[in-house]
């Protein structure tokens, strides 16, 4: 579910289908960019509202388009939706919240700069500020905001923001330009004839006329086999859904059998690859992966140092073959300079084992050691459970942030194909960030897409030694 992505909110209305099917409608949107919808349904009776929530709850299955209910808690409780959206005279936020649960998304309508600043004081997810505009599909509300008042009503929120009323095709431009993180939308879509057709040009009417795309840069080193480092980073993140740049900071010499030689990139040179990427095309996440020395730890860490943006870091120290790939002097500059930077790291067991200083016999050991090496609560930790021998691998994901220790279970899959694996995982974990999951839900995408990249990958013959994992399996036939 990509809770955080407001971008076009889709807001229902089924006096607008002229005898078309409401699922069918909503999910030709979806297909068209549409990236968060709300059923909102005042004239139906609440069997018949829940009857629609639940066929549209499994039609947007699988779509990480989250179901939000309008104004309708009990409603939204009923169906298991992603949330609810309540206005100024329904159901008093707090009660809402412990109805709906600490995961699930709660937006609030906003009518004034008063209410703003209340909203100030709420952990709501969203707010609505409404009406931007007058528009005939909601009369009930006070006076507009217009274009100065959307652009203060962004300056006022700690909380993300969608605009809601008069949400159109010449209207869109401006109101973005506003700062917003989105536009709710209703006649535009649900009155159009193609809604699909409808909300790309919407969508590409954001942005001045461009479409945003999640970007990730990756720096880690280039593998000349293409199963692992810079190439599976790249393949990994293009996958999923992500734009993907590149560091390269050291050339490997290597195919499926193993790792003959590294060569380290000059530092300016790394240096400058990332400066170059993030002046100009910039990213919403970076994935971190092999860091041959102390001192391109450093100077990648004076780079960053400062920025916001997501790291996921990889703390790769030995390739599959087992081939050293970083010098020891450097792992304890890694420890102290990069890993406190990071959002995430994502260490396998002997990884893991390093960078604690203590050996890990079982699975038991797992949350002990990812809240050792969360640096006292303020880092996420994914333990990656790939080198015991269960048949079932049990991934930790430890939640720095809400102190939530999760677990990622799979299948193993008996295969050779194993090369890249962590690269691969780290990559997809830091491409989801980057669309605006949450860290649980990263977490988990990030998961299923290397489960079944390893079993799809298992299928194949690649080199004579430890083969890809299938990065596009979700492109075979």
Do not use: W
């Amino acid at each position: 579910m990509n809770r955080n992505d407001l971008r076009l909110y889709l807001v229902t209305d089924s006096s607008l289908l002229n005898g078309r099917d409401m699922v069918d409608v909503v999910m030709k949107a979806v297909e068209g960019g549409v990236t968060m919808v709300q059923l909102r349904e005042k004239h139906l009776s609440p069997h018949d509202f829940i009857a629609v929530a639940k066929r549209l709850k499994k039609a947007l299955c699988g779509t990480n388009v989250p179901l939000i209910i309008n104004d309708n808690v009990e409603v939204a409780v009923a169906v298991d939706a992603d949330g609810v959206h309540i206005g100024q005279s329904d159901m008093p936020y707090e009660k809402a919240r412990q109805m709906m649960g600490k995961d699930k998304i709660i937006g609030l309508s906003v009518e004034s700069f008063d209410d703003i600043t209340e909203a100030n004081r709420l952990d709501v997810d969203y707010i609505g500020v409404s009406p931007v505009f007058a528009t005939p599909t909601k009369t009930d509300t006070a006076t507009p905001f217009g274009l100065k008042g959307l652009a203060k009503a962004v300056e006022m929120s700690v909380h993300p923001t969608v605009a809601i009323g008069g949400m159109n095709l010449s209207t869109v431009a401006e109101v973005m330009a506003t700062g917003t993180d989105g536009i709710a939308v209703v006649s535009a879509i649900m009155g159009a004839k193609n809604p699909k057709e409808a909300s790309m040009r919407l969508s590409e009417c954001q942005g001045n006329g461009k479409r945003n795309m999640p970007k990730v840069l990756t720096i880690a080193g280039s593998d000349s086999g293409g199963g692992a480092g810079i190439q599976a980073d790249i393949k990994a993140i293009s996958a999923t859904g992500s734009y993907a740049a590149s560091a390269i900071t050291a050339v490997t010499v290597q195919n499926t059998m193993g790792v003959q030689q590294v060569f380290p990139v000059p530092t300016d040179i790394v240096v400058g690859q990332i400066e170059c990427v993030l002046s100009d095309i910039g990213a919403d996440a970076i994935k971190i992966g092999m860091l041959h020395s102390a001192e391109v730890i450093e100077a990648i860490s004076t780079t960053l140092k400062g920025r916001s943006i997501n790291i996921v870091l990889d703390p790769v120290m030995v390739s599959t073959s087992g081939h050293r790939l970083i010098e020891q002097s450097a792992i304890e500059t890694l420890k102290t300079l990069l890993i406190p930077m990071a959002r995430v790291i994502t260490p396998n067991i002997p990884e893991a084992e390093v960078l604690a200083g203590e050996k890990i016999v079982s699975q038991c050991d797992f949350p002990r050691i990812a809240r050792k090496l969360s640096c006292d609560g303020k880092i996420s930790v994914l333990m990656k459970a790939g080198h015991l021998e269960d048949d079932n691998v049990v991934d930790v994901f430890y939640n720095a942030e809400t102190d939530e220790m999760i677990e990622l279970k799979s299948r193993r899959v008996y295969t050779n194909n194993t090369h890249g694996t962590g690269c691969t995982l780290s990559s997809a974990f830091a491409s989801y960030i980057a669309q605006g999951y949450d860290l649980n839900d990263a977490a988990k995408a990030a998961k299923d897409y290397i489960s079944k990249a390893l079993t799809s990958g298992a299928k194949y013959k690649i080199g004579n030694g430890h083969g890809p994992v299938d990065h596009f399996f979700n492109l075979r036939r």
